[in-house]
């Protein structure tokens, strides 16, 4: 057996449930997830040079994910299982709090776009940076900001004002005087 | 909470919902996998010897290997003397005489002045292009290993050439003295 089918027989059983959730962050839809995160797999290991460790090829499938993603939903080939999620409000029974915070996120994330979403997703879950979002995107530095801070808005409509940081982590300043070297 | 949580949160809680779940495909995912790669090796193989083809022996070479049929059938007659092919038209007061070629034979390909037919792929540049250097690459072969025959050969094509040439201009010369006369009757 070849080092990059090991390699991806590991992701497959270690690393693919947290992809499938990772997609259904970007799609919305769990069967839409579960084929994104097939595709993605076997387009990663399908082509260009053999990847060798685990956590390189999971990074490669998160970008195939998020480029597909949003090629797919702004072809409207995805239909999003929240629709309906929006129309009617989550009033079951037995539903806690936690539950219904889900509901409301899944239902705060559905009024995003497609450009929007992704953005959303790799600075709040990835932690990517401006820079890195618009390099996996392919976007401008410029445009991924627009799309987070319509994002924010959208979201602080839903969610409350508190539940969107939009800002950059800040740095934690070194001062070289005191520095042990 | 904060939306970066609640996110994490929800993937999370799909993830664990799919692994209960998670169907037991590996081993067809990396037969896909395989199959896609050899595809892909296939194609970028392929992409490269046509690079390198196409650096090695040119454009025209590669689209005569690529091209079949009639088109790119070479001429008897053209293939043992392509300079021999072309004869020079001879313009004698206006008239324009077709230029003949070597012994007279009829060429088979068609020439680069010639329109080709619907539906057909004009190479015709390219390919006598091609077959020429091809040629050019035997002619300097046979230079360097020509043997008696083969000269005696070309001294015999020279001298067809050289006769054909004055036959043509005694003919033209005949015609210049015809009109001559006729304007001296007039």
């Known amino acids: 057996m070849s080092a990059w089918t090991q390699v991806m027989e590991t992701l497959v059983r270690q690393r693919r449930p947290a992809l499938v959730g990772y997609a259904y962050l970007l799609t919305g839809s769990r069967a839409e997830a579960e084929d994104l995160v097939q595709e993605a797999i076997v387009r990663t290991f399908a082509r260009g040079r053999a990847k060798t460790s685990v956590r390189e090829a999971e990074a490669y499938v998160k970008r195939a994910i998020a480029n597909e993603a949003v090629n797919r939903a702004r072809h409207g080939l995805v239909v999003r299982e929240n629709q309906a999620k929006l129309a009617e409000p989550s009033s079951h029974p037995g539903h806690d709090a936690r539950v219904d915070a889900r509901a409301d996120l899944e239902a705060a994330l559905a009024t995003l776009s497609p450009r929007e979403r992704a953005v959303t997703v790799l600075k709040y879950v990835d932690d990517l940076t401006i820079a890195s979002i618009a390099a996996v995107l392919k976007l401008n530095d410029g445009t991924v900001k627009r799309y987070l801070a319509n994002a924010a808005v959208k979201l602080r409509d839903r969610l409350g004002d508190d539940a969107v940081n939009n800002e950059e982590r800040p740095t934690v300043p070194v001062n070289l005087t005191e520095s042990r070297i | ?186």
């Open chain 2, 1 to 186: 909470m904060d939306v970066s949580m609640q996110m994490r949160d929800l993937a999370s809680a799909v993830g664990d919902d799919f692994a209960m779940n998670a169907p037991n495909d590996a081993a067809k995912l990396v037969g896909r996998a395989r199959r896609g790669r050899m595809v892909w090796t296939t194609g970028v193989g392929t992409a490269v010897v046509g690079s390198v083809a196409t650096l090695a022996f040119g454009g025209p070479a590669l689209a005569s290997v690529l091209t079949t049929g009639p088109v790119v059938a070479p001429a008897s007659g053209t293939s043992e003397s392509p300079s021999a092919s072309v004869m020079p038209s001879l313009e004698v007061d206006g008239i324009v005489t077709p230029s003949p070629s070597a012994h007279g034979e009829p060429s088979e390909t068609p020439h680069a002045n010639g329109t080709p037919g619907a539906g057909t792929i004009d190479l015709t540049n390219g390919l006598n292009g091609a077959r020429e250097g091809a040629e050019d690459a035997d002619d300097s072969s046979d230079d360097h290993g020509s043997s008696d025959g083969d000269q005696e050969r070309d001294r015999e094509r020279d001298q067809d050439q050289l006769q054909s040439q004055s036959e043509a201009q005694e003919h033209a010369q005949e015609q210049e003295q015809e009109r001559a006369e006729d304007h001296e009757d007039d």
